[in-house]
């Protein structure tokens, strides 16, 4: 959550004036970054399973944080797990929380300024591009899928799971069950905490955007889906992603970056 502790550089406002055109405009960026996000999600799907590896991966991943005194997930888990009203909302969180909020997120901010959602887009690019590189190289198991394989450490599965009392909808090409690592279940909402953070100077606006991320970090835990090291490697990639794209040259974009200090963003 780093890069929300401070303004990050972003393209001055230049948002059409209110009308058909800037509903149009906006319509035809987010349909395009739909598009491509459907490829990334068929792209990770089709990786071909490797269970023993993803597994022995994470195993090694639960000796390190068990080493450092971090592996607090199962703890965590266990202290919300007998409470039924409290998972729901957690299980509701994980699978209605993330796509939903980001699509609605990327409505808003492409009829805001079309500029500034571009770069969020593009943040969002670079950072599938790394994610699929990790899946394809380094797949790694869940914590709810851990004790399928013979280790058991204590990680119910509340959202997947027989027991579970919310529809996490999956269409079959797109799923990958060892694509843990890097959480983007985590790194997205935070991007998306960041896009509102920089284009918002509410501070309660601020404020529930650092608890959206907040949250879903919760969430993400008590369902079993992600060990924390997952979830900050994911938003280390999400960071680097802004920081590249910030830096590539591209024309009057890089011009707009320049721009910046002298005109900040307005409420």
């Not at 887009?121 to 590189?133: D, E, K, P, Q, Y």
């Not at 997205?188 to 953070?197: D, F, P, V």
Request: proline share 6%; aromatic share 14%; hydrophobic share 55%.
């Amino acid at each position: 959550m780093q890069m929300l502790a401070r303004r990050p550089s972003l393209p001055p406002s230049t948002a059409p004036s209110p009308g058909r055109g800037r509903w149009r405009l906006a319509s035809r960026e987010v349909a395009i970054t739909a598009a491509i996000m459907v490829v990334y999600f068929l792209l990770r799907g089709i990786r071909p399973e490797a269970a023993d590896q993803s597994v022995a991966r994470s195993l090694a991943l639960i000796r390190f944080e068990q080493r450092a005194d971090l592996f607090w997930e199962v703890r965590l888990q266990q202290l919300f797990i007998g409470w039924d009203f409290v998972m729901h909302v957690a299980n509701l969180i994980y699978a209605w929380g993330h796509y939903p909020v980001m699509l609605a997120i990327a409505v808003w901010l492409a009829i805001k300024d079309p500029v500034r959602f571009r770069f969020i887009r593009n943040v969002l690019f670079v950072s599938a591009l790394a994610g699929l590189i990790t899946y394809w190289v380094l797949p790694a198991a869940p914590p709810r899928l851990m004790e399928l394989h013979g280790y058991d450490f204590g990680f119910i599965d509340t959202v997947h799971g027989a027991a579970s009392n919310v529809h996490y909808f999956q269409p079959g090409p797109f799923v990958n069950d060892y694509a843990a690592l890097p959480s983007f279940h985590f790194g997205w909402i935070a991007l998306s905490s960041a896009a509102i953070w920089i284009n918002s100077r509410s501070r309660v606006v601020r404020a529930g955007a650092v608890a959206m991320s907040v949250v879903m970090w919760w969430a993400i835990t008590v369902t079993g889906n992600h060990y924390f090291f997952d979830m900050i490697f994911g938003g280390l990639i999400v960071a680097f992603s802004w920081l590249i794209v910030a830096s590539l040259p591209n024309g009057s974009f890089i011009d707009a970056l320049r721009r910046l200090r002298r005109q900040p963003a307005t409420a």
